[in-house]
């Protein structure tokens, strides 16, 4: 790698395009297409181009120049269709290389740009292939289905906690009249979590979801959670909740 270089790494999840400035010991000192200055080991380069920058023609240029690539290789990302690709190639379960990849997904002379959004999307949806230096590997049947199960149940969980934690907050502010957007299965399934999670704490089944809400919300404390439960009419203001938390039965047959 040399002064010039355009390159890629992965910072907080994302793909950064950048150019080297300085090769220094083990080091690289990159500027960003976000204007920042970055000091990089090269074992952090997700992928290198075989094109270069003038690194004499100014910051600003290069600064905007990187944006342009970066627009134009997300572009590109958004022509691979991934699950086509493991339909061909999943009966094989063999590990592809960038190269290869890259000549499956754009078969007209591809360049690097073409293997960035190669590299981008494989990035950005892990559900149909693992990948890493080596290259790609497709994922197994039952694999993909439980990746996409899992991302589902995450999508579930997700959206409870959105309005979970809305839910919450017009409650807090006595709207509780108010509250008929998030529709009364998903109202009726976020107030059994919170009672469960109040009475039973990091015991209940749906612990992490509870406190998950409640961090959403701001709720640090049992007593304000409580205080919410009441006010929503899940609980009353006399709830025993030690009868409920050792089971203990307060109806009794004749």
């Given amino acids: 790698m040399e002064s010039g270089s355009i390159v890629e790494y992965i910072?907080?999840?994302?793909?950064?395009?950048?150019?080297?400035?300085?090769?220094?010991?083990?080091?690289?000192?990159?500027?960003?297409?976000?204007?920042?200055?970055?000091?990089?080991?090269?074992?952090?380069?997700?992928?290198r181009s075989n094109t270069s920058l003038d690194v004499t023609q100014g910051r600003d240029r290069m600064v905007d120049m990187l944006k342009t690539l970066a627009m134009r290789r997300n572009d590109l990302r958004r022509k691979i269709d991934l699950r086509e690709l493991w339909e061909v190639l999943n009966s094989e379960q063999e590990w592809i290389d960038l190269p290869t990849m890259t000549a499956f997904c754009f078969p007209d002379?591809?360049?690097?740009?073409?293997?960035?959004?190669?590299?981008?999307?494989?990035f950005e949806n892990r559900r149909y292939f693992k990948f890493n230096h080596e290259g790609f590997f497709p994922h197994s049947e039952a694999e993909v289905e439980r990746l996409i199960a899992r991302e589902r149940e995450e999508a579930r969980r997700q959206h409870l906690?959105?309005?979970?934690?809305?839910?919450?907050?017009?409650?807090?502010?006595?709207?509780?009249?108010?509250?008929?957007?998030?529709?009364?299965?998903?109202?009726?399934?976020?107030?059994?979590?919170?009672?469960?999670?109040?009475?039973?704490?990091?015991?209940?089944?749906?612990?992490?979801?509870?406190?998950?809400?409640?961090?959403?919300?701001?709720?640090?404390?049992?007593?304000?959670?409580?205080?919410?439960?009441?006010?929503?009419?899940?609980?009353?203001?006399?709830?025993?909740?030690?009868?409920?938390?050792?089971?203990i039965p307060i109806n009794f047959p004749p």
């Avoid at 960003?32 to 200055?37: A, H």
Wanted: hydrophobic share 45%; charged share 25%; aromatic share 4%.
């Fill in 161 to 247: 906690i959105e309005i979970g934690a809305a839910w919450l907050n017009q409650v807090l502010q006595g709207r509780v009249a108010e509250v008929d957007t998030a529709g009364a299965q998903d109202r009726a399934t976020v107030a059994s979590v919170l009672s469960d999670y109040f009475i039973f704490g990091k015991d209940s089944r749906d612990a992490a979801l509870g406190k998950a809400i409640c961090a959403r919300t701001g709720i640090g404390s049992s007593d304000k959670l409580f205080q919410a439960l009441v006010q929503a009419g899940v609980m009353t203001v006399d709830e025993n909740t030690d009868l409920i938390r050792e089971a």
């Fill in 109 to 122: 002379d591809p360049g690097s740009d073409h293997e960035s959004a190669v590299v981008r999307a494989f």
């Fill in 11 to 47: 910072d907080r999840q994302k793909i950064m395009c950048a150019v080297i400035l300085e090769v220094k010991n083990t080091r690289l000192r990159l500027l960003t297409e976000n204007n920042r200055e970055v000091s990089l080991s090269p074992g952090r380069i997700a992928h």
